[in-house]
T-cell receptor, first 114, second 112 residues
Framework: ETGVTQTPRHLVMGMTNKKSLKCEQH?????MYWYKQSAKKPLELMFV???????ENNSVPSRFSPECPNSSHLFLHLHTLQPEDSALYLC?????????????FGSGTQLSVL | DQQVKQNSPSLSVQEGRISILNCDYT??????FLWYKKYPAEGPTFLIS?????DKNEDGRFTVFLNKSAKHLSLHIVPSQPGDSAVYFC???????????FGKGTRLSVIA
């Protein structure tokens, strides 16, 4: 148990659906992240939130819409996705400090877009 | 262009032997280096890290070596155990700053 909980674990959706991924961290961290892991690719950073403020958007298409209502919760709203968006979506949190960032990941949501 | 490269997508090692996983990075300004381990259906978990002021960090069976001049990082696991079978991600970054940049991962299989 890493202290970062993601739901749902699996999601199948059509291209016209709207769904949301949820992430909650119980570690008291001040930063939260969304990463995407596709087959045979590095983990790709999507969004970064520090103290509820978005500090990085890594050129992510607008069909992915993040929301961070507080430092413990992070959502990723999905709409009109494409089949190539099928991937494992990982949430992570961290507490910045002088020794660098150590990320704590959730178990991920395996997304399939049909 | 990839900033972090793990050129071996997979590695098989006999139980009890040493596993060596390699990672190369392009930006000499990176000063914080980490290894993460990922089992199927789970998120990556932190394994070991090293800062640029050191060239070696050891934690039990796991040792990370840093060669700054070569911009090369390696993870040694000895002795390897079947439970070490997983995907290992190299990650690099800047101390006290985000975000980490990850490699593609190397799938390690430890054969009993």
């Amino acid at each position: 148990e890493t202290g970062v909980t993601q739901t749902p674990r699996h999601l199948v959706m059509g291209m016209t659906n709207k769904k949301s991924l949820k992430c909650e961290q119980h570690l008291g961290h001040n930063a939260m992240y969304w990463y995407k892991q596709s087959a045979k690719k590095p983990l790709e950073l999507m969004f970064v939130y520090n103290f509820k403020e978005q500090t990085e958007n890594n050129s992510v298409p607008s069909r992915f819409s993040p929301e961070c209502p507080n430092s413990s919760h992070l959502f990723l709203h999905l709409h009109t996705l494409q089949p190539e968006d099928s991937a494992l979506y990982l949430c992570a949190s961290s507490q910045a400090g002088p020794n660098g960032e150590k990320l704590f990941f959730g178990s991920g949501t395996q997304l399939s877009v049909l | 262009d990839q900033q972090v490269k793990q050129n071996s997508p997979s590695l098989s090692v006999q139980e009890g032997r040493i596993s060596i996983l390699n990672c190369d990075y392009t930006n000499s300004m990176f000063d914080y280096f980490l290894w993460y381990k990922k089992y199927p259906a789970e998120g990556p978990t932190f394994l070991i890290s090293i800062s640029s002021i050191k060239d070696k960090n050891e934690d039990g069976r796991f040792t990370v070596f840093l060669n700054k001049s070569a911009k090369h990082l390696s993870l040694h696991i000895v002795p390897s155990q079947p439970g070490d079978s997983a995907v290992y991600f190299c990650a690099v970054g800047f101390s006290g700053n985000t975000p980490l940049v990850f490699g593609k991962g190397t799938r390690l299989s430890v054969i009993a």
